[in-house]
């Protein structure tokens, strides 16, 4: 049975910082491409960044030099650094994950992160 597991959102006052990781089981993490999506109230949903197995990322423009995705494949983990937090990412956050070997893509139950003053 796959699972993700994301945590580490919270509430945090804008230009502040978060981690969200998303533990994996289930899959074989180190061929699985990852990604995190968020969506907001009212809004589509969106890719915010994405790592292949190989470790190539990518990042929507809105987030590009304030978000870094990463992954550790020893810990079946991937993460979302956050940094310069603004009012506009206050959304839920969710993990999703895509193994190479099937035509899958997994998703966590997602994380509130919330930017307010």
């Known amino acids: 049975q796959v699972q993700l597991v994301e945590s580490g959102g919270g509430l945090v006052q804008p230009g502040g910082s978060l981690r969200l990781s998303c533990a994996a089981s289930g899959i074989f993490f180190r061929i699985s491409a990852m990604g995190w999506y968020r969506q907001a109230p009212g809004k589509q949903r969106e890719l915010v960044a994405h790592i292949t197995g190989a470790g190539t990322t990518s990042a929507a423009d809105s987030v590009k030099g304030r978000f870094t995705i990463s992954r550790d494949n020893a810990k079946n983990t991937v993460y979302l650094q956050m940094d310069r937090l603004e009012h506009e990412d206050t959304a839920v956050y969710s993990c999703?994950?895509?193994?190479?070997?099937?035509?899958?893509?997994?998703w966590g139950q997602g994380t509130q992160v919330t930017v307010s003053s």
């Open positions: 999703t994950a895509k193994p190479s070997y099937n035509n899958n893509e997994y």
